[in-house]
T-cell receptor, first 108, second 114 residues
Framework: KNEVEQSPQNLTAQEGEFITINCSYS?????LHWLQQHPGGGIVSLFM???GKKKHGRLIATINIQEKHSSLHITASHPRDSAVYICAVGRGAQKLVFGQGTRLTINP | DAGVIQSPRHEVTEMGQEVTLRCKPISGHNSLFWYRQTMMRGLELLIYFNNNVPIDDSGMPEDRFSAKMPNASFSTLKIQPSEPRDSAVYFC????????????FGPGTRLTVT
């Protein structure tokens, strides 16, 4: 079993829908990261959080340390949100362990 | 800031050849990471440096892989000899020093070994 599991692996939705991507982990962590990888391949860090909730524009990330679970939400989704979203956990000393990613497609 | 710079962006080489990938981190960042991404295994950490010193190279697949950071503004990842199974996208990332600091990724080098 992978240390970091994401669900779903693939998600297709219509423009405007509320999107939720989940990340569960099985080890103790110091922080959790959400990354976005666009079709061109570039990777951008969206959030880093160790507790509670963070919001940036239409994106919201939450984490529940006790349940070892995090969610990434996208409100009012748009085709430009189409990308692979990757959850990664920090195991201390800056080392990241990555989930397999969730491929999101938003249709107009 | 130009961000993390990687070169080349694409590399096609024949099995057995030496491959050198290059990375220039963001100025002022003290930590540098090399990752490999494949369809089968996703993103994996190969090695990372703090203040030019290798801290964890446990992800380096085998002795054919080596990485150096001779100064704060330059790092190389070398594969010698290359094999077809090394085909992947190799990302370099940098971050300020400190546990759990946000990492900034370069555009990646797509390596194809035939």
């Amino acid at each position: 079993k992978n240390e970091v599991e994401q669900s779903p692996q693939n998600l297709t939705a219509q423009e405007g829908e509320f999107i939720t991507i989940n990340c569960s982990y099985s080890v103790g962590i110091s922080a959790l990261h959400w990354l976005q990888q666009h079709p061109g391949g570039g990777i951008v860090s969206l959030f880093m959080l160790s507790s509670g909730k963070k919001k940036h524009g239409r994106l919201i990330a939450t984490i529940n340390i006790q349940e070892k679970h995090s969610s990434l939400h996208i409100t009012a989704s748009h085709p430009r949100d189409s990308a692979v979203y990757i959850c990664a956990v920090g195991r201390g000393a800056q080392k990241l362990v990555f989930g397999q990613g969730t491929r999101l497609t938003i249709n107009p | 800031d130009a961000g993390v710079i990687q070169s080349p962006r694409h590399e096609v080489t024949e099995m057995g050849q030496e491959v050198t990938l290059r990375c220039k981190p963001i100025s002022g960042h003290n930590s540098l990471f090399w990752y490999r991404q494949t369809m089968m295994r996703g993103l994996e950490l190969l090695i990372y440096f703090n203040n030019n010193v290798p801290i964890d190279d446990s992800g380096m697949p085998e002795d054919r892989f080596s990485a150096k950071m001779p100064n704060a503004s330059f790092s190389t990842l070398k594969i010698q000899p290359s094999e077809p199974r090394d085909s992947a996208v190799y990302f370099c990332a940098s971050s300020p020093t400190g546990q759990d600091a946000e990492q900034y990724f370069g555009p990646g080098t797509r390596l194809t070994v035939t």
